[in-house]
């Protein structure tokens, strides 16, 4: 059991890269949608390049969205309009005028027989102002075209009627007056035109809910084929044009294709073809890491997340196609390659860019149009984006981004339609959102920076300002040190652009490697201006000790400030596991008997173990010795510098350094080079 556990400590690491690729591929598979695609990819306007196609089963044409929607709109736009009738308000209006005409007695006004006559007239008006309907105010616009059929709903009964025979408010006086008799009018003619202009009410008005739901009705009854194609039958010629008909019957063919091996079960050998496909992308990415980038394949931190980062993007994408297919480019998978070019390089972030593109062509509706766009718009996001920490540079290339979108999409539809008619214009619109939607980089590389503790080139810049309140301190309590980190600045970063290394990280962790030696300042001779030599007073060791602490107490300081790990290294490493020499001799000397242990007087490590890391060891080595050169002629520096970094390779200082001995061989040219013009002498001037 104990050496179960023991081979499970030794190896965590890759037990860990196991677990995270299961669960990457898992979740990947997961998110896919689980129906099958169809074996021969076509587009409008294309050539048939397969062999002559023959129906492989009995299967009806599908209408295609334009079809369904011209119908739907037909329908809607032709629907008869219904309109309620309702008699409870006539029964009421016709109780009014008898209850009124009730309450009139004879009189010298008004006679019985003049009564009654009012009586009939106003019966009579009433029966031709109800005969088709008075139609409320708020619905007599509804139409505008009079002849036009609508439909009156008499309780269970209904009748065409054409529009205008429905009686509007001015029709109604008009009605009024035309049986009232000529003018001038009697007592009795506008006491009636007054009651009855008081008591007609509108009975008619429009059915909105009833007309809807007949409309709905027929909508429901569209039928969505346009005919049958048997077994048997020949459906297009290789080399015959795609469109048209033939079109219509492929995408038939391919929409009933796929849901039959969807009904046929095998939703077990679909997931399984998918499993093999994510597998290999992702394992692929893996030997990727393993072979040319092994310091972030030995980081599990960063190779989460790589992985997080590709699962994200195909979440994303995968939720837009499951939503809305015509949504499918304002997904910004160019953000992809410019976060990994951020914080890693810029052929990795190509690499994964490129796999996570080819995973979700497989899901995509024109699969090569969606990879061939996002390929492209990669490679021009690897080669147009750098130095984030300019924002006209990202608006730059984002804008370069977006037109190179735009330029291949109007490419391929005009290859597709054979003209520019055809075009559909909204996708330059989501290609304009994609741009704007690219911006979030920025958002997303400081999140990352706070959650996965990584150092993007926007960060090493601002840390590299030397009006931050450490370095200003730093300037400030030792100015002497500050000078030297900002000659060996210069020397690591011109070291590192002659190799290819990353010239900024190494740049900004020369300028912090020695803020520990300003909490003892005086102690390091850069700093002793007076001429005054503390170390006078002190023993060798108590010397050395103060001295190899500067780093501890670096990075100490380091964390304090909240430094990136990533800069903090570089404190740790820039001194290895190398000895204060001149202490180390000193007490040799004082105490020639006893053995001095060495160890007392060596750094405690560890030693460089990247590129940046050494190259920062060699030019601090190299700029603190120059000092001591009385004559610095371009024999003395040569032979300087030569010695140290020798000295440094014979102590296997860069053994975990990945460092040829080429590249180093290059830092020292640059060295010398730098150091000579340092200090060059000028002309003496005459007095």
């Known amino acids: 059991m104990s050496t179960l556990v023991n081979k499970l400590y030794q190896n965590n690491t890759i037990i860990y890269k196991v677990i995270l690729f299961l669960v990457t591929s898992v979740a990947i598979v997961y998110l896919f949608p689980k129906g099958t695609h169809f074996k021969y990819d076509f587009n409008n306007g294309q050539l048939w390049k397969y062999e002559n196609l023959y129906a492989p089963f009995d299967f009806a044409i599908q209408k295609t969205k334009e079809e369904i929607a011209t119908q739907k709109n037909k329908i809607e736009a032709n629907a008869k309009l219904y309109f309620f009738y309702d008699s409870g308000i006539v029964s009421n209006v016709k109780t009014t005028f008898k209850n009124r005409l009730n309450l009139i007695k004879p009189s010298d006004s008004l006679s019985f027989g003049q009564i009654e006559e009012l009586r009939t007239i106003g019966n009579n008006i009433l029966d031709k102002v109800y005969k088709t309907g008075f139609l409320e105010v708020i619905n007599q616009n509804k139409i ?47 006491l009636l035109l007054d009651w009855l202009s008081e008591i007609i009410q509108p009975n008619v ?172 718009a990669g490679i021009v996001t690897i080669l147009t984006v750098s130095e984030l920490s300019k924002r006209a540079n990202l608006f730059i290339s984002v804008a370069q981004i977006t037109l190179i979108y735009m330029l291949t999409y109007f490419a391929f539809s005009i290859i597709r339609e054979g003209n520019a008619s055809q075009i559909n214009w909204n996708y330059f619109m989501l290609f304009a959102a994609n741009g704007l939607l690219s911006f979030l980089s920025i958002i997303l590389i400081y999140i990352y920076e706070k959650v996965f ?115 903090i290294d570089f404190i740790r490493t820039h001194h290895g596991t190398s000895v204060t020499y001149y202490f180390y001799m000193k007490e040799k000397e004082i105490n020639p008997e006893t053995k001095v242990d060495i160890k007392k007087f060596q750094y405690k490590g560890p030693i460089p173990f990247s590129k940046e890391t050494a190259i920062l060891m060699m030019c601090d080595s190299a700029e603190a010795a120059s000092k001591s050169l009385k004559i610095p002629t371009a024999q003395t520096i040569d032979s300087l510098v030569n010695k140290i970094i020798d000295k440094q390779m014979s102590d296997n200082q860069f053994l975990n350094s990945n460092i040829t001995f080429r590249e180093i ?5 640059v060295i010398k080079k730098k150091l000579m013009n340092i200090y060059h002498l000028r002309v003496e001037y005459p007095e």
């Open 144 to 190: 505008t075209n009079k002849n036009e059929v609508i439909v009156l709903r008499r309780g269970n009964e209904v009748e065409d009627l054409l529009f205008k025979y429905l009686l509007n408010s001015k029709e109604v006086l008009s009605t009024i007056k035309n049986n009232l008799g000529p003018t001038p009018y009697s007592y009795g003619q506008l």
């Open 453 to 567: 503790g990584l150092v993007s080139d926007v960060t090493l810049l601002e840390l590299s300002n030397t009006n931050t309140k450490l370095l200003r301190e730093l300037n400030e309590k030792a100015p002497g040190t500050f000078q030297h980190s900002m000659q060996v600045a210069n020397l690591a970063e011109a070291a590192a652009n002659e190799i290819g290394a990353n010239s900024m990280l190494v740049r900004t962790g020369a300028l912090y490697h020695d803020i520990g030696k300003m909490l003892n300042p005086m102690y390091f001779t850069e700093n002793q201006s007076t001429g005054v030599n503390p170390h006078n007073d002190l023993s060798p060791r108590d010397s050395s000790k103060i001295i190899t602490d500067h780093v501890i107490k670096g990075i100490e300081l380091a964390k304090k400030y909240k430094l990136p790990d990533r800069i």
């Open 665 to 669: 061989e290059l830092i020292k040219k």
């Open 205 to 376: 008005t429009f059915d909105t809910d009833f007309t809807q739901k007949i409309i709905d009705t027929e909508l429901k009854n569209i039928s969505y084929t346009k005919g049958k194609i048997s077994t048997g039958k020949l459906i297009i010629f290789k080399g015959d044009i795609v469109e048209g008909e033939k079109l219509a019957i492929l995408n038939s063919l391919k929409s009933e294709s796929e849901s039959k091996v969807w009904t046929d079960s095998n939703y077990n050998w679909i997931v399984f073809g998918y499993a093999i496909l994510v597998s290999l992308a992702m394992l692929m990415l893996f030997l990727f890491l393993k072979k040319y980038r092994v310091e972030i394949y030995n980081n599990n931190n960063k190779v989460t997340f790589i992985f997080f980062n590709v699962l994200s993007m195909i979440f994303i994408q995968t939720l837009v196609i499951k939503y809305n297919a015509d949504y499918l480019y304002v997904v910004p998978l160019s953000i992809l390659p410019i976060i990994l070019k951020a914080f890693f390089d810029a052929r990795l972030g190509l690499f994964t860019h490129v796999l996570t593109v080819l995973l979700l062509g497989y899901i995509v509706p024109n699969s090569f149009e969606f990879i061939y766009l996002h390929i492209i």
